[in-house]
């Protein structure tokens, strides 16, 4: 391990960082004490409702943040108006793009979310003195690219079943990923932008929904709180190995 990158327990390292959630896997834990207080200077941390909008497709970007709590939506528009949710974020996800001026999609709170910002020109002069923190930042968009790969392959062959199960294995395992029996969580997205998500109609997500109840697959209790007994059974609903 670098010994000079900063330990969450390091007395140099800027109290609010301590204590922050996303500090464990997020970009940050590639910076050392130093730069994490450098950073910690410019940085704000907010706390925002369902539906506030981060950044809007085409919108110049003068900021980046670390996702530290909730759920973010991307989505992307097209000229006539039709749009596509293309991705989901969470804690403790990236967001924004160092040595990009422009936004490619919309960033939308799902859930109510707290972030860390900082500037962007920030983030980009430590970029170039760390290459812990170029690696980190590499990785996680290789991660994206992966992820993205995985959500065509269910867009494009799976079956509603499979690609609604998809839909609540994905939620599942990122709210909770250290749960191995079961988890319990607020879906954070409505019946329309699950669809909108899955390529499905609104009825077909809800009658798949409620086969999956029936089965015994989820139990949902007040039409969005979803429990999830053997996250295994979900997982093999959803056709992944």
Known sequence: MDMQRSDIHNSDTPVACRSCEARHGGVCGALSAEQLLELSKHSTRKRLEAGTELVGQGEETCTCANIMRGVVK???????GRQQIVGLQF??????????????????T????????????????????SPDLEHRLHQQTLKELDEARDWMLTLGRKNAQEKVASFLHLIA?????ETVEGTAFELPLSRAD?????????????????KLRK????????????????????QQFAGID
């Open 215 to 234: 089965d015994g697959v989820i139990h949902i209790e007040n039409n969005r709180h979803v429990t999830v007994p053997d996250l295994e059974r979900l």
């Open 110 to 129: 799902a859930t109510e979310t707290e972030i860390c910002t900082f500037p962007r020109q920030m983030l980009e002069r430590l970029v170039s003195r």
């Open 74 to 80: 991307l989505t992307r528009m097209m000229p006539d």
């Open 91 to 108: 804690a403790p996800d990236f967001l924004g793009r160092p040595h990009a001026t422009e936004s490619p999609h919309s960033a939308e």
């Open 173 to 177: 395992t990122h709210y909770d990923p």
């Open 194 to 210: 699950v669809a909108d998500f899955l390529g499905l109609t609104i009825e077909t997500v809800s009658r798949q929904f409620t």
